[in-house]
């Protein structure tokens, strides 16, 4: 479901401690609103038919439909400056800017 650099999950680990979280990371399709669709990252609770793996310390969770949708996601560290990004990948892409942009790892 999920590829995990290994540097990304450590900065997620770091973003955990420091804020006090913890619970599952869930992989959702942000609204499209004007835009095109893209794959965002949320705290969130387990709900009722999610799909869940462990990796490294780390729950990760999606929607069934979601994963159809996508299929694995690679989530790696984004080359930006405030070094806080992430970049969403899926196997499957979503639009022809699947990869590009960056997103940031939201608090419930």
Known sequence: MIRLEPLAG???????????LSGPVRVQLRSAGCCDPALS???DDVR????????GGLMF???????RLTGEVGLNLAD?????????????P???WDGFAVTKLEDR
């Not at 450590?10 to 006090?20: D, Q, S």
């Not at 969770?61 to 994963?67: A, C, L, N, S, T």
């Not at 930006?80 to 499957?92: E, K, M, S």
Request: proline share 9%; glycine share 8%.
């Open 94 to 96: 979503l639009t022809e």
């Open 80 to 92: 930006d400056p405030t070094g806080a990004g992430f970049v969403l990948t899926p196997a499957n």
């Open 41 to 43: 990252l949320v705290f």
């Open 61 to 67: 969770i999606m929607e069934p439909d979601v994963y």
């Open 48 to 55: 009722p038919g999610d799909l869940t793996q462990e990796i």
């Open 10 to 20: 450590e900065r997620i680990k770091r973003f955990m401690a420091a804020r006090g």
